[in-house]
């Protein structure tokens, strides 16, 4: 029997199945990624309720927004943070799915006057000022470099979010939602129109 090798035509022919396949993989292979990317963003998240859990173990309150100098975390270098002693590993202040590469985590810094009743957040309060920690947002994610956030909470209703704020904002980057973290330490991915003005302030009955 004659041996012979591939013609030009079977060649072409396996190429183009090949290049099918590839093409078929591809949405999957970045989709894999993305959820990877998920997994780290709701790591992190839980690293920095738990080194938030330390300090008020610590201090007797939730870390503050502020505190002289000191911000809660680290997130511009060089600017000391009040849970950086509890943290073991830098990567955790970061998503790994931001598009803007200075965006960092932010603390909730809701503070404000809601149908004339004043709204805080649970930044520098005390453990027993935080009636519902299952259901108030300690930090999130956004789209910005700011150690804090403030954007969503104003216009929201205890059935809507913030229309003001848009889902820009966060940009969810998690297959259209954003990791957060609430005050019991618990992590979630939520998406925009799930947010609720009741889920930031520590009021204890905001509706
Ligand atoms: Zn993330
Ligand atoms: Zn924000």
Not at 33 to 40: F, I, L
Not at 41 to 56: E, F, P, R, T
Not at 119 to 147: K, N, Y
Not at 165 to 175: C, N, Q, R, T
Request: aromatic share 8%.
């Amino acid at each position: 029997m004659k041996h012979r090798g591939f013609t030009l035509m079977e060649l072409l022919i396996v190429i183009a199945i090949i290049t099918l396949i590839a093409a078929m993989l591809m949405p999957v292979f970045a989709q894999a990624r993305e959820k990877a990317r998920q997994t780290v963003c709701a790591s992190n998240l839980k690293q920095i309720g738990m080194a938030i859990a330390m300090y008020l173990q610590d201090y007797g309150h939730y870390v503050p927004m502020r505190l002289g100098n000191r911000i809660w975390m680290e997130v511009q270098p060089g600017r000391e943070g009040l849970i950086d002693p509890y943290i073991r590993d830098d990567g955790v202040r970061r998503c790994p799915s931001r598009k803007i590469p200075e965006a960092r985590y932010p603390i909730n810094g809701w503070e404000g006057v809601f149908w004339g009743r004043t709204e805080t957040s649970p930044q520098g309060q005390p453990d027993a000022a935080v009636p519902r920690p299952a259901s108030t947002l300690i930090v999130w994610e956004h789209q910005i470099s700011a150690e804090m956030c403030n954007i969503g909470q104003e216009g929201g209703t205890p059935t809507t979010p913030d229309p003001r704020a848009g889902v820009e904002h966060w940009d969810s980057a998690h297959h259209g939602g954003f990791v957060t973290l609430w005050c019991d330490g618990h992590v979630k991915r939520m998406q925009y129109a799930q947010l609720r003005r009741t889920m930031f302030t520590i009021e204890e009955d905001p509706e």
